[in-house]
Nanobody
Framework: QVQLQESGPGLVKPSQTLSLTCTVS??????????WSWIRQPPGKGLEWMGA???????YYSPSLKSRTSISRDTSKNQFTLQLTSVTPEDTAVYYC???????????WGQGTQVTVSS
């Protein structure tokens, strides 16, 4: 059974870059049919898909976040990472990494990590 675990700083200052890593165990991030996504949930709001990286290494981003988001991977470590630039307090959220079957539905979630943007 695949497991995902987010890691990274819980506090980021405005205008800085938020960086999170997702470590995957029990399955490979190069498995066919799966995309590896970042999803966030701001306080009191719904889930927001941010972007994903595919088996091929191709990346896909939410149009609203595309200019500030970068997703990459390290296949040797079975990890993928999120970078969000120029953060503001509106980027405060619980950030989840997830395994996304063909970008249709999520079948595995990380536990989530709280990131607060504050000076």
């Amino acid at each position: 059974q695949v497991q995902l675990q987010e890691s990274g700083p819980g506090l980021v200052k405005p205008s800085q870059t938020l960086s999170l890593t997702c470590t995957v165990s029990g399955g490979s991030i190069t498995t066919n049919y799966y995309y590896w996504s970042w999803i966030r949930q701001p306080p009191g709001k719904g889930l927001e898909w941010m972007g994903a990286i595919a088996l091929s290494g191709s990346t896909y981003y939410s149009p609203s976040l595309k200019s500030r988001t970068s997703i990459s991977r390290d296949t040797s470590k079975n990890q993928f990472t999120l970078q969000l630039t120029s953060v503001t307090p509106e980027d405060t959220a619980v950030y989840y990494c997830a395994r996304h079957y063909l970008l249709r539905y999520v079948d595995s979630w990380g536990q989530g990590t709280q990131v607060t943007v504050s000076s």
